[in-house]
């Protein structure tokens, strides 16, 4: 009998709480804080970094802009190298120049943009840059993007494609996106 009373009073219980779990509201306002911090390139949940391996002589982290990661192919810093730059022409592969690694909580695909300025038309350039993980000249990550596990890193290498160029010099900028997955 005492077991018959306990199982009616839950039940009565659940209904109840049911019954008056249902408000609704049309809107709601509440003030909460919220804390940001920027960190550098190489400390960022999308960490950018330079590779140990030879191309990275290309990579630049500038320490004075939030250690940004930049891209030279100029003259490499630290070689006794008497290059300048790229020929007309050709075709040139620096495999495993940088880095991405995911410090975040989740997994995430990552895609790099072609290089995009309001000055440099690829086409009208004659000049192709495309960026693809470690040496798979074959699935740019603006076509392709990889999947990057929390606390995985990727390799990326650049590849540049000259034709008949028609700019001696070029400066443009590439989006590295990261999606949830």
């Not at 019954?19 to 950018?48: M, N, P, W």
Request: net charge negative; no cysteine; aromatic share 6%.
């Amino acid at each position: 009998m005492n077991r018959r009373r306990l199982l009616a009073g839950l039940g009565a219980v659940a209904t109840s709480g049911v019954a008056l779990g249902t408000g609704a509201f049309t809107s709601a306002e509440a003030e909460r804080s919220v804390g940001v911090t920027v960190a550098d390139d190489d400390q960022a949940y999308l960490a950018l970094s330079p590779t140990q391996a030879a191309n990275a002589t290309f990579v630049n982290q500038d320490s004075g802009a939030n250690n940004e990661l930049s891209i030279d192919i100029n003259d490499a810093t630290g070689t006794a190298d008497n290059g300048d730059g790229v020929g007309p022409n050709s075709v040139y592969e620096f495999d495993e120049a940088f880095r991405i690694e995911n410090q975040g909580t989740q997994a995430v695909e990552v895609s790099i943009s072609e290089l995009v300025d309001d000055d440099f038309d690829p086409t009208a350039s004659g000049l192709t840059v495309q960026f693809y993980p470690g040496t798979d000249v074959d699935s740019p990550l603006h076509d392709e993007p990889i999947t990057l596990g929390t606390g995985t890193a990727q390799v990326i290498g650049l590849r540049i494609e000259t034709g008949e160029p028609t700019v001696e010099n070029f400066n443009a900028d590439a989006t590295v996106k990261a999606e949830a997955t």
